[in-house]
């Protein structure tokens, strides 16, 4: 099958150091892929370079063929990769629905304002935040703030949806919940790359994982296999004490 997401070579270099050093993987269509690796290993700096936050310093990235290594955040979304990140920001003092409202519109700037509240509304619906919809943001949980970065995320129409660790910090059950919301994404055909140290969750959600360590790939697989990888236990699970 054709990779829906291909990144090829990806180098990114901070001065002297190589954050990211030729990362390979393809996202076929319909998966949930998961990046995992010890803290520093290059993980969040991967997904900038998804993402277009940040430029390769060599390398290649492409969504269903089609180049995207030179292209800005703005035209990426546009494309289809939508992100939400590790540290949650939305804007304190608007409501639920115009922080969505406001990713409806980014990378889609001609929408009509009456398209862009229904998919800030379907993004609500599908994140279980509508009846918060009315509610300014500073007034969530921790638990909905992730869930209205999602939201935001999904209002761009993704076809890749980009997640930094949007389960840390959260208690068990709501982690449960968050499984089944980004499950239900997948469901409703948005393909999902995610990054996680909650282990169990990476288990239940993701279909193969990348696991990263110094910038590099270590190895890939599924969680069932790389999680018995001695030299995953070694640089990263056994430090965890997973
Ligand atoms: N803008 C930057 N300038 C310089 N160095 C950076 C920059 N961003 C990241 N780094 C360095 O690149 C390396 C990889 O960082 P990155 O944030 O990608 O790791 P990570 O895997 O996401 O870690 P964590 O699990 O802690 O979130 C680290 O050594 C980090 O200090
Ligand atoms: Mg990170």
């Given at each position: 099958m054709?990779p829906?997401?291909?990144?090829?070579?990806?180098?990114?270099?901070f001065?002297?150091l190589?954050?990211?050093?030729?990362?390979?993987?393809?996202?076929?269509?319909?998966e949930?892929?998961a990046i995992?690796?010890p803290n520093?290993?290059?993980?969040?700096?991967?997904?900038n370079?998804?993402?277009?936050?940040?430029a390769?310093?060599?390398g290649?990235?492409e969504l269903?063929?089609?180049?995207l290594?030179?292209?800005?955040?703005?035209?990426?979304?546009?494309?289809?990769?939508?992100?939400?990140?590790?540290v949650?920001?939305?804007?304190p003092?608007?409501?639920?629905?115009?922080?969505?409202?406001?990713?409806?519109?980014?990378g889609?700037?001609?929408?009509?304002?009456?398209?862009?509240?229904r998919?800030?509304?379907?993004?609500l619906?599908?994140?279980?935040l509508?009846a918060?919809?009315?509610?300014?943001?500073?007034?969530?949980?921790?638990?909905?703030?992730?869930?209205l970065?999602?939201?935001?995320a999904l209002?761009?129409?993704?076809?890749?949806?980009?997640?930094?660790e949007?389960?840390?910090?959260?208690r068990?059950?709501e982690a449960?919940?968050?499984?089944?919301?980004?499950?239900?994404?997948r469901?409703?055909?948005?393909t999902?790359?995610?990054?996680?140290h909650?282990?169990?969750?990476?288990?239940?959600?993701?279909?193969r994982v990348?696991?990263?360590d110094?910038?590099q790939?270590?190895?890939?697989g599924?969680?069932?296999e790389?999680?018995?990888d001695?030299?995953?236990?070694?640089?990263?699970?056994?430090?965890?004490?997973?």
């Amino acid at each position: 099958m054709t990779p829906l997401l291909r990144a090829i070579g990806l180098t990114k270099r901070f001065g002297g150091l190589a954050a990211v050093e030729d990362v390979s993987f393809d996202v076929a269509p319909g998966e949930i892929f998961a990046i995992i690796g010890p803290n520093g290993a290059g993980k969040t700096t991967v997904l900038n370079l998804l993402s277009g936050l940040l430029a390769p310093t060599s390398g290649r990235l492409e969504l269903d063929g089609h180049d995207l290594t030179t292209r800005s955040t703005a035209e990426r979304c546009h494309a289809g990769l939508g992100r939400a990140f590790q540290v949650v920001q939305p804007f304190p003092e608007m409501t639920v629905r115009d922080n969505v409202l406001v990713g409806a519109l980014f990378g889609h700037p001609g929408v009509p304002r009456a398209e862009a509240e229904r998919r800030a509304d379907e993004a609500l619906e599908r994140t279980g935040l509508t009846a918060l919809a009315d509610v300014d943001a500073e007034e969530l949980t921790l638990m909905q703030e992730k869930r209205l970065e999602i939201a935001r995320a999904l209002a761009t129409q993704p076809r890749v949806l980009l997640l930094d660790e949007v389960m840390a910090g959260l208690r068990p059950a709501e982690a449960r919940d968050a499984v089944q919301l980004v499950k239900g994404v997948r469901d409703g055909g948005v393909t999902v790359v995610f990054i996680e140290h909650v282990m169990p969750v990476v288990r239940d959600l993701a279909d193969r994982v990348l696991v990263m360590d110094h910038g590099q790939v270590l190895t890939e697989g599924p969680y069932a296999e790389v999680v018995q990888d001695p030299r995953v236990i070694e640089a990263y699970l056994g430090k965890e004490g997973a």
